[in-house]
């Protein structure tokens, strides 16, 4: 079979959604059929199929966007600034996945409830869908909803992720879980019916793992002190800033240690400057994307994942 795999995300990324597509890919290939990966890509900027190198720039799709989902013509979307961005990305997303072809898989398999709700809307009918949601948007987004995107307007972008929720985990022919804590949430608070789910517990490539691990050996930093490890998407929910705070009450106690940052998002920079003004520059490092975190996991010696809401992390099974 031809199965295109597809996230709302941007791809190749640090984070448990992008090792579980890698490891699908791999297993559904090794059975014989052919996988495309789908997804944004280079910070949102492209819609593309990375493994086939194709690619649309979201900046070609706006103007089709904007004479249909513009403020003239739909002012209460535009009342909030997430749910004005998220409509704009999700009909980008849409439309790219549209230009670069659905029509020759037999399958799709979305990964978030964007990208569910997004290609059912462009899939040929007679091409099943299916999603697996890997934690609930709506439920990170109510944190958020908090902090960072608090505004007059809150209670609007609640409701539209709330509808988003519900209409990306019904629109599959199938839609997966992890674990029954997702689905409880998912049939409890968004009136998903139970006979849409099935609950598949995630699998690992232990050997890939370990096979990873002895390659990519040779691109680790170096240091003689303790390691702190994190992995993952630099996000609001992931909590790292909790735990740089906790970093900077640690160095009051003991030096011997360094802190390892592996990944990216749009908390890069203001999590470098918290490092900076609480005197951590030097304990505290970087290390963007990379593709070596078996290796890094292995000279760690504390791995700390400070989400502030997390469904079944794979970092932590990695770990």
């Known amino acids: 079979m031809k ?61 089709f966007i904007k004479t249909v989902v513009n403020k003239d013509l739909f002012p209460e979307i535009f009342a909030n600034q997430l ?19 659905l029509d020759k898989y037999d399958i799709v398999h979305a990964q978030d ?44 972008a609640r409701a539209y992720y709330d509808h988003l929720e519900q209409t990306g985990a019904t629109s599959a022919e199938k839609t997966i879980v992890a674990n029954n804590w997702l689905k409880n949430i998912l049939t409890e608070e968004f009136q998903v019916p139970a006979e849409q789910i099935e609950v598949y517990q995630y699998g690992y490539d232990v050997n890939g793992f370990l096979n990873r691990l002895e390659a990519e050996g040779s691109k680790n930093p170096v240091t003689d002190k303790k390691v702190i490890l994190f992995t993952g998407r630099l996000t609001e929910i992931k909590g790292v800033h909790h735990l740089i705070a906790a970093l ?4 009051n106690i003991r030096e011997d240690w360094v802190c390892w940052i592996a990944g990216e998002g749009e908390k890069l920079a203001p999590l470098r400057l918290q490092s900076r003004e609480l005197g951590l520059e030097d304990d505290v490092v970087f290390l963007k994307k990379r593709e070596d975190i078996p290796y890094l996991l292995s000279l760690a010696d504390v791995y700390v994942l400070p989400s502030l809401l997390e469904n079944q992390p794979l970092s932590l099974i990695e770990s």
Do not use: F
Request: glycine letters at 6%.
């Open 113 to 156: 409830i964007v990208s569910s709700t997004s290609l059912k809307r462009v899939l040929p009918n007679d091409i099943p869908l299916v999603t697996t949601l890997h934690g609930c948007v709506a439920h990170e987004i109510r944190q958020q909803l908090n902090t960072i995107h608090r505004s007059s307007t809150s209670y609007m």
């Open 3 to 63: 199965i295109l795999l597809a996230t709302y995300w941007d791809i190749p990324h640090v984070g448990g959604v992008w090792t579980y597509m890698v490891q699908l890919k791999e297993k559904l290939e090794s059975l014989g059929h052919q996988v495309d990966l789908l997804g944004y890509g280079k910070e949102s900027k492209i819609v593309h199929v990375a493994n086939e190198n194709r690619s649309i720039d979201k900046e070609k799709l706006l103007p």
């Open 248 to 251: 900077a009450e640690l160095k």
């Open 83 to 101: 749910v004005a961005y998220t409509e704009q990305q999700r009909y980008a997303y849409e439309l790219g996945a549209a230009y670069l072809g």
